[in-house]
């Protein structure tokens, strides 16, 4: 976000009441942790239809486990593969049903090890842990979160307000919390 649309919206929301600012905040926020978008595992449905396809595929714990490593992805895929007549057999697409989901953990996996993925990741991290450090005064009252309407997705934005702290006092209290970059605060005064 650029210092030109910060300062545009401060000017917008500055007539805004807490409410409304509250609700446009929820609007602009990822809904869910990019974690919980972020695939590591097979699916259960898949593991179940494998399960009662194949003894041998299910037997092999590393399928059921998390593939969180590039050694681990490998291992599946060529399993899968090996086992591909047998999938087949069983169902005309589960073998490639299978094999997407494994293409995805890889791709999703790449992406994690990316200066943006790791970067998103602290910053969702710190949202998280920032949310538990929250004063009982700033809960309900503070959100926070990254912006999805924005084209840059490494920022943090925190608004709302505090019944007993000022807007300094709010930013010197997220600022302590060490966030990975600056927050864009857009605070409503008492």
């Not at 989901?101 to 999703?108: H, Q, R």
């Not at 969702?124 to 929250?134: F, M, P, Q, T, V």
């Not at 926070?144 to 490494?154: E, F, M, T, V, Y």
């Amino acid at each position: 976000m650029t210092e030109e649309q910060k300062q545009s919206i401060l000017a917008v929301s500055a007539n805004w009441s807490r409410e409304f600012l509250l609700a446009k905040l929820r609007e602009i926020f990822s809904p869910t942790p990019i974690e919980e978008l972020l695939k590591i595992r097979i699916s259960s449905s898949l593991l179940n239809d494998i399960d009662g396809v194949s003894a041998v595929l299910k037997k092999d714990i590393s399928l059921h486990g998390e593939l969180d490593s590039n050694e681990k992805i490998a291992y599946a895929r060529n399993l899968i593969k090996k086992n591909r007549v047998t999938l087949m057999s069983h169902s005309e697409t589960l073998y490639s049903e299978v094999i997407a989901e494994i293409n995805e953990i890889k791709e999703d996996n790449k992406w994690r090890k990316t200066q943006e993925g790791k970067l998103i990741i602290a910053i969702e991290k710190w949202i998280a842990s920032a949310y538990r450090s929250l004063p009982d005064d700033m809960k309900g009252n503070i959100l926070i979160g990254r912006n999805i309407l924005d084209d840059d997705p490494c920022n943090i934005i925190i608004g709302g307000y505090s019944e007993k702290m000022t807007q300094s006092q709010i930013e010197c209290f997220f600022m302590a919390l060490k966030p990975p970059v600056r927050p864009f605060f857009i605070i409503k005064h008492q």
